[in-house]
């Protein structure tokens, strides 16, 4: 039986539920974050301020040249180059230009025999594309000329020699999109060096930002990509086939010349209905682009109207031939959005018991819509599944006791902090209610922080807790930041004592130190902290510089604070620390662009 590689992912999204195999997501009643706060214009700066931070630019521009670890010196260098530059633009392309070098020379430097050099790939290929980055604001043959100066020197022989050549196309590509604001001419050279390895997904997104700053240029990078198309043998590469559809789709005349789309698209649907659907892997071709009929339909209807019927009965033959499995999530889904509870009823009877709670949820769920509470817990009883039984019914019984409170965002966040199991789960729901009362109710905003560092008080020291501290330093930011700072103090004492015994087991546990300083790079869970503790007193710099400064010069190490001092600057600026990276469960995780890791 054939099973499409994408099985209507987009197709569980309902009105009232979202579901999955196996489990119940939590619907947006009471239980998920709250949405963040309508994005503020940053306050202006006032002239002392930023005469203090620009003053500090300079005496850390002193500093970084000492660092050793070259991770530390490099970041630190590019850092203050972006900081420097529109007040010193000789020193700043000094400071870049040495950063670059030192790069080029860790990659040219790695040894792709060794056990760990992804990870050491994966900290470099940070480092190097936040430093691309940053050139690319200011000078787009720079950051080109960098580009080619740090490339990796893996090739297709190596282990990661195909998943580097994905990840430098893509990188190039979202270099071209920065460029492409000031030197749409130099992007247009990096997009077509993409477009010589073949057809991404990337270059076709690419396109619509080279339009808005030269069509021109868009157009004929669009006719070569379509010639690459052609050229090629969609029939054998169902990625290329797929991308092809995503270019019919996101670029369309007028941006798009129409003689060359139309002949895109008759050529894409002579090969589409060529596809065998009833073979592998044909099959799968066929279903995924199955899916993109609906938004396909009306370009076909427009540019190739002689191929409509025939499309419309193809999508039919597909549509015949869905995975059971797939038909009734497509039903469900369509029943969902026009349908009633009891055609979803009904759908029950039609499929084996192992699928009908699915089936339940959705009924149940649309019952709650339509405002019948009662009726939804009475459907969700026939759930088999205990576990998701009572997950149902206990937001079906929120949902009822919420709207018994009149919808009293305060007794509501009281209520379930106190059924919480955990301390973390307390404090994110008192946070979660104050983060959403701070605009219309600061009083009863401030008492939920109040009561989540009461229950903080009592809890015992763990990775948990230390999180949470933070957390709540950060809701008072807004609402009252003398407890920012008040919260934030004893948590420094505590960093410095942590980091002191994790020196002591530098290589017992894991690798803390690189020539002798501290990483900043993230990777376990007390440089996680630790980042997370350089984000939030960064914030604290637009309100209260001096500090802010104060509290950072409380930290111990002198490489750990010159690199909190640089990200202190930049957030009271206007900029913001280390954007391209993010630290998930303790690892790394790196940008789409920089997924390099090989399938066992």
């Given at each position: 039986?054939?099973?499409p590689?994408v099985?209507f992912?987009t197709l569980l999204?309902?009105?009232?539920a979202?579901?999955?195999?196996?489990?119940v997501?939590?619907?947006?009643i009471?239980?998920?974050?709250?949405p963040?706060?309508?994005?503020?214009q940053?306050?202006?700066?006032?002239?002392?301020?930023e005469k203090?931070?620009?003053?500090?630019?300079?005496?850390?521009?002193?500093?970084?040249?000492n660092?050793?670890?070259?991770?530390?010196?490099?970041?630190?260098?590019f850092q203050?180059?972006?900081?420097?530059?529109?007040?010193d633009?000789?020193?700043?392309?000094?400071?870049?230009?040495?950063a670059?070098?030192?790069?080029?020379?860790?990659?040219?430097?790695?040894?792709?025999s060794?056990p760990?050099?992804y990870?050491e790939?994966?900290?470099?290929?940070?480092?190097r594309?936040d430093l691309?980055m940053?050139?690319?604001?200011?000078?787009?043959?720079?950051?080109?000329d960098?580009?080619?100066?740090?490339r990796?020197?893996?090739d297709?022989?190596?282990r990661?020699?195909?998943?580097?050549?994905?990840s430098?196309?893509?990188?190039?590509?979202?270099?071209?999109r920065?460029?492409?604001?000031t030197?749409?001419?130099?992007a247009?050279?990096?997009?077509?060096?993409?477009?010589?390895?073949g057809?991404?997904?990337?270059?076709?997104q690419?396109?619509p930002?080279?339009?808005?700053?030269?069509?021109?240029?868009a157009?004929?990078l669009?006719q070569?990509?379509?010639a690459?198309?052609?050229?090629d043998d969609v029939?054998r590469?169902p990625e290329?086939?797929?991308?092809?559809?995503?270019?019919?789709i996101s670029?369309?005349?007028?941006?798009?010349d129409?003689?060359?789309?139309?002949?895109?698209?008759?050529?894409?649907?002579?090969?589409l209905f060529s596809l065998?659907?009833?073979?592998?892997?044909d099959?799968?071709?066929?279903?995924n682009?199955?899916?993109?009929t609906?938004?396909?339909?009306?370009?076909?209807?427009?540019?190739?109207?002689a191929?409509?019927?025939?499309?419309?009965?193809?999508?039919?033959g597909?549509?015949?031939n869905?995975?059971?499995n797939?038909?009734m999530?497509?039903?469900?889904?369509?029943?969902?959005?026009?349908g009633?509870?009891?055609?979803?009823?009904?759908?029950a009877?039609k499929?084996p018991?192992?699928?009908?709670?699915?089936?339940?949820?959705?009924?149940?769920?649309?019952?709650?819509?339509?405002?019948d509470t009662a009726?939804?817990k009475e459907?969700?009883?026939k759930i088999?599944?205990p576990?998701?039984r009572?997950?149902?019914?206990d937001?079906l019984?929120n949902?009822a006791?919420?709207k018994?409170?009149?919808?009293?965002?305060?007794?509501?966040?009281?209520?379930?902090?106190?059924k919480?199991?955990?301390?973390?789960?307390?404090?994110d729901?008192?946070?979660?209610?104050?983060?959403?009362l701070?605009?219309?109710?600061?009083?009863?905003?401030?008492?939920?922080l109040?009561?989540?560092?009461s229950?903080?008080?009592?809890?015992?020291q763990?990775g948990a807790?230390?999180?949470?501290?933070l957390?709540?330093?950060q809701a008072y930011?807004?609402?009252?930041?003398?407890?920012?700072?008040g919260?934030l103090?004893?948590?420094l004492?505590?960093?410095?004592?942590?980091?002191?015994a994790a020196?002591?087991?530098?290589?017992?546990?894991?690798?803390?130190?690189r020539?002798?300083e501290?990483?900043?790079?993230?990777?376990?869970?007390?440089?996680n902290?630790?980042?997370s503790l350089?984000r939030?007193?960064?914030?604290?710099?637009r309100v209260?510089?001096?500090r802010?400064r104060?509290?950072?010069?409380?930290?111990?190490r002198?490489?750990?604070r010159?690199?909190?001092?640089?990200?202190?600057?930049?957030t009271?600026?206007?900029?913001?620390?280390?954007p391209?990276?993010?630290?998930?469960?303790?690892?790394?995780?790196?940008?789409?662009?920089?997924d390099?890791r090989?399938?066992?």
């Open positions: 039986m054939l099973r590689k099985l992912l999204v309902f009105s009232g979202a579901i999955c195999q196996g489990q997501t939590v619907t947006p009471v239980n998920t974050p709250a963040p706060p309508p994005t503020e940053p306050t202006k700066l006032d002239p002392e301020t203090k931070a620009l003053d500090l630019v300079e005496t850390l521009a002193d500093q970084v040249v660092l050793h670890a070259p991770a530390n010196r490099i970041h630190a260098e203050v180059a972006d900081l420097l530059w529109p007040r633009e000789k020193r700043a392309r000094n400071l870049l230009t040495a670059v070098s030192q790069l080029a020379s860790q990659i040219s430097d790695l040894d792709y060794d760990e050099v990870n790939i994966t900290r470099l290929s940070a480092l594309q691309l940053r050139i690319a604001r200011h000078d787009g043959d720079m950051a080109i960098a580009l080619n100066r740090t990796f020197q893996g297709n022989r190596s990661y020699g195909n998943a580097m050549a994905s430098e196309a893509n990188l190039e590509l979202t270099l071209a920065v460029i492409a604001a030197n749409p001419e130099a247009l050279k990096l997009a077509r060096s993409s477009l010589s390895r057809v991404s997904i990337s270059l076709i690419f396109l930002a080279l339009y808005q700053k030269d069509a021109k240029a157009q004929s669009y070569e990509i379509v690459r198309i052609k050229n029939a590469n290329l086939a797929s991308n092809a559809w995503g270019l019919l670029f369309q005349p007028p941006q798009a129409e003689d060359t789309y139309r002949d895109l698209l008759t050529s894409m649907l002579s090969y065998n659907h009833q073979t592998q892997p099959g799968n071709a066929a279903h682009m199955f899916l993109a609906d938004r396909i339909m009306p370009l076909v209807e427009k540019y190739a109207p191929r409509a019927t025939e499309l419309r009965e193809w999508s039919r597909i549509e015949k869905l995975d059971p797939a038909r999530y497509e039903e469900i889904r369509s029943l969902t959005d026009k009633s509870v009891d055609d979803l009823l009904g759908l009877a499929y018991p192992e699928f009908q709670s699915l089936i339940y949820q959705s009924a149940a769920w649309k019952a709650v819509s339509n405002g009726r939804g459907i969700a009883e088999s599944d576990v998701q009572r997950q149902v019914m937001q019984d949902l006791t919420r018994a409170e009149g919808d009293n965002k305060i007794v509501e966040a009281r209520r379930l902090s106190e919480a199991t955990s301390i973390a789960r307390k404090i729901i008192l946070l979660q209610a104050a983060t959403s701070a605009a219309t109710d600061k009083k009863a905003a401030l008492d939920l109040s009561e989540a560092k229950v903080l008080a009592s809890a015992t763990s807790e230390l999180n949470a501290q957390q709540l330093a930011l807004r609402l009252d930041p003398d407890q920012a700072f919260v103090q004893p948590l004492v505590r960093t410095n004592e942590m980091v002191a020196v002591v087991l530098d290589g017992v546990d894991y690798r803390y130190l020539d002798g501290w990483l900043m790079q993230g990777g376990n869970a007390l440089s902290l630790i980042l350089n939030v007193l960064s914030t604290l710099g209260d510089f001096d802010a104060t509290l950072a010069d409380q930290i111990s002198p490489e750990m010159v690199m909190m001092e640089i990200d202190l600057v930049q009271t600026l206007g900029g913001g620390p280390n391209n990276q993010m630290i998930i469960n303790g690892r790394i995780v790196m940008p789409q662009n920089y390099l090989v399938p066992e």
